[in-house]
């Protein structure tokens, strides 16, 4: 019998990013400093 | 206060001067939705993960550099962000479609480079260099004809008119050379192939 779940019940289920990718996010977002310079803006990312 | 009951406007603005925990309580607030949104699009674990990741590495950058500026509205702003990078990968992914090779099908049997390989490229010198030395032993009207024709692609009329001879001899003249070319090649059992 064909038993498989539909496409939508797939992505109804509760999908969430991994832990690692959140982590990423919030440290890369701790490393990025914005440097206003003549009205420039530069990005650098400090470790 | 609850994290709950602090407006997303609230969090985005405390994040622009500076609060880093903001930025963990919107993601954790909304990573379902989006997550969710960009696996039914795409339906495939990693690259909804790339995705997201890159969805909030622009949110990052735009609210760092205060460029943002849709108070109230920080969910739809993000969700778009994140549409228009479904939208990139898949316009990727179909200027350069992904080929796997199996038993039954394998992408070099039908791609090749028309360059010739190395190898190659030696043979061809090869066979040109014999048929020039070949053709320096013909008698000289019929080198000057075939040379003419075939290295300096004339037509017929302009050879006659270069060697003073009429159209029908030079033609005769070229006849005579390959004929003498084929004679000499099969005398000596040369093998001109590439």
Do not use: C
Not at chain 1, 10 to 27: D, S
Request: no cysteine; hydrophobic share 40%.
């Amino acid at each position: 019998m064909y038993s498989e779940t539909s496409r939508r019940d797939r992505v109804n289920q509760n999908l969430i990013p991994k832990e690692e990718t959140v982590k990423f996010l919030l440290n890369y977002s701790k490393a990025l400093s914005v440097i206003d310079y003549n009205k420039m803006k530069f990005e650098a990312l400090l470790n | 206060m609850k994290n709950s009951t602090i407006s997303d406007a609230l969090l985005v603005s405390d994040y622009m001067k500076g609060n880093e925990s903001a930025l963990s309580n919107l993601i954790t607030r909304h990573k379902q939705r989006i997550y969710s949104f960009i696996y039914s699009k795409v339906y495939d674990r990693d690259v909804a993960e790339d995705i997201f990741q890159d969805t909030f590495i622009k949110v990052i950058k735009t609210l760092k550099k205060g460029a943002y500026n849709e108070e109230g509205k920080f969910l739809p702003w993000v969700m778009r962000i994140a549409h228009n990078l479904v939208i990139d990968h898949f316009r990727k992914n179909n200027r350069m479609p992904k080929f796997e090779n199996n038993d039954d099908f394998n992408i070099f049997s039908v791609l090749s480079d028309g360059a010739l390989n190395a190898e190659k490229q030696l043979v061809k010198e090869q066979v040109e260099k014999d048929v020039r030395r070949l053709i320096e032993e013909l008698p000289l009207d019929q080198k000057e004809v075939l040379m003419m024709r075939m290295y300096k692609e004339m037509s017929f009329k302009e050879i006659s008119e270069q060697t003073g001879v009429s159209i029908n001899t030079a033609l005769g003249r070229m006849r005579y050379a390959l004929i003498n070319l084929r004679k000499v090649i099969d005398k000596h059992n040369i093998i001109l192939t590439n």
